[in-house]
């Protein structure tokens, strides 16, 4: 009889495979059952982010009851009795059975959200007394600084962190050699312009390698922020938000003087920066405008703006008349776009559209998403464009435009011959259609058995899944939508959508 021979992994390969499997949260937990090595190897990475789970999978009743428990646990005894004398009994478990736990859970967590913050104060208080006690709100921020003082104190590392309305280095006052220790890896902070601008001077004196500031409300300069962000040494990454669009020219300034490391920037709802700090970003690689709707956008102000290293494009809620713009930002750049997603409202005019298509024929040979406005003279125009990106290609959005005198759909069919056409070199996954089209259901099953099944050497080729969204001027037939669910189900498809129809089949 042949003897088995146990290998155990040593530490420092489990924590490499785990590693691998940080984004595996449900992998990770069955793990914690099989020995107390690899529940000490998986621990510290389910704890850097313990509330993620619960913002990407709304699924467990209990989560915030248990995560809950576990950090009463690790609470000092100074905030226990704090607890009591305020006469906050938590539900879940008695302050008196609050014993250290086995591991330093605080201790891992490198991301702190005051949202988390928030979900976890009713679950210590109460849920009843939100209602009934008129001193919840004194209970509320009594039981909100003890938990951030919990994670000041005892995080060794926060890289991700939402900025609160209390000081967080006045928990290091008992250490000042030790002050902000923590804090000093900071990696990612999200903001607003209306927190105490000493709390930006605050972290101004420990955090300097910051790589992505995220101002989700940005209505009005803050001098503390500037500091802040102007002693970055390393800014890649900025989002600004802006609801009511005043102007925040020092902020902008701020920016500006990141330009040798900034290299993405995205602006929401306003723009809320003078258009010359953004002409000084000429190392962006990731631009994105994503304006209200009906908002008078002003994207003149991108005219005078050159990013040559652009790889990313995003435009939304905007203004049609502004395609001459964007086709000069693209002329502009080197050849590294690779995702050019614009949004407009109403539809460019049609002495826009040709431009556009030639700057893309010209000068992206990377893209890998883009879209397109289709007129009835743009086939060949697509042609060029598949044939010069080849294989990189892998979604396309097609926007239908008709021409001035012309009330004729576009047949889908020509866009179908023609990606069979170049179906050896093409490498496309997904392909969206909007507005004014004709769909006959003979030309959808034909493409999608050509698209299944064929190459131009006769034989048997499976393309990658496709996925098709279809929102046109016209309702889709039984049979054209029993057609798509046919693919579907034989994986030529990996699925597909509809809107904007007339009414449901």
């Not at 209990?62 to 009994?89: A, H, P, V």
């Not at 999200?190 to 930006?200: P, Y």
């Not at 306003?270 to 970003?281: E, M």
């Not at 298509?357 to 042609?383: G, M, R």
Request: glycine share 4%; net charge negative.
């Amino acid at each position: 009889m042949q003897e088995t021979i146990k290998v155990r992994l040593p530490a420092d390969c489990l924590r490499e495979i785990f590693e691998n499997l940080s984004q595996e949260k449900k992998s990770l937990r069955t793990f914690l059952l099989v020995n107390r090595l690899w529940c000490e190897t998986v621990i510290p990475i389910l704890w850097r982010d313990p509330f993620k789970l619960k913002r990407t999978y709304n699924s467990d009743p209990g989560f915030w009851t248990t995560i809950t428990r576990t950090l009463l646990s690790c609470l000092s005894e100074e905030s226990i009795i704090l607890f009591k004398q305020n006469g906050i009994y938590p539900p879940m478990i008695p302050l008196e059975e609050c014993k250290p736990t086995l591991f330093d859970y605080v201790g891992y967590c490198q991301n702190i959200s005051c949202q988390d913050i928030y979900e976890i104060i009713p679950q210590i208080i109460g849920k009843e007394e939100i209602l009934t006690n008129v001193s919840y709100y004194h209970k509320g921020n009594l039981v909100e600084n003890e938990l951030w003082k919990l994670f000041i104190t005892r995080c060794s590392t926060i890289k991700y962190l939402e900025l609160p309305n209390i000081s967080l280095l006045d928990y290091y006052n008992h250490d000042l050699n030790n002050r902000g220790s923590c804090l000093s890896h900071l990696v990612e902070l999200e903001c607003s312009t209306s927190k105490s601008s000493q709390l930006f001077l605050d972290l101004a004196q420990t955090c300097s390698d910051i790589k992505k500031i995220v101002i989700n409300l940005c209505d009005g300069d803050n001098e503390g922020l500037v500091t802040l962000i102007s002693m970055q040494k390393y800014l890649k990454e900025i989002v600004l938000v802006s609801p009511e669009g005043v102007q925040c020219p020092l902020i902008g300034e701020a920016i500006g003087t990141q330009y040798p490391s900034l290299s993405s920037i995205r602006l929401e709802e306003h723009i809320c920066i003078p258009s010359t700090i953004l002409s000084k970003l000429i190392n962006l690689k990731h631009l994105q405008i994503d304006l209200e709707e009906e908002i008078n956008s002003k994207l003149e102000l991108l005219d005078n703006c050159s990013f040559p290293l652009l790889e990313t494009l995003v435009i939304r809620n905007v203004n049609g008349k502004y395609l001459d713009i964007y086709t000069k930002l693209i002329n502009n750049t080197n050849g590294s776009l690779k995702i050019i997603e614009i949004d407009t409202l109403p539809i460019p005019s049609l002495y826009h559209i040709k431009p556009y298509w030639q700057a893309l024929i010209k000068h992206c040979p990377q893209l890998e998403f883009v879209t397109v406005w289709y007129k009835d003279d743009s086939l060949n125009d697509l042609k060029k464009l598949l044939t010069t990106c080849g294989n990189k290609l892998k979604g396309i959005f097609f926007e239908a435009v008709l021409g001035q005198f012309s009330w004729r759909l576009l047949d889908l069919k020509c866009v179908f011959d023609l990606l069979i056409e170049l179906i050896d070199s093409n490498n496309i996954e997904e392909l969206h259609f909007r507005g004014s089209w004709t769909l006959h259901s003979k030309d959808l099953k034909n493409f999608l058995d050509n698209w299944g099944k064929k190459n131009g050497k006769g034989q048997k080729l499976i393309k990658k899944p496709l996925y098709i969204s279809i929102n046109v001027d016209l309702q889709l037939s039984k049979e054209t939508i029993n057609i798509f669910e046919e693919f579907v189900n034989n994986g030529v498809l990996k699925g597909w959508s509809r809107s904007g129809e007339v009414g449901e089949v």
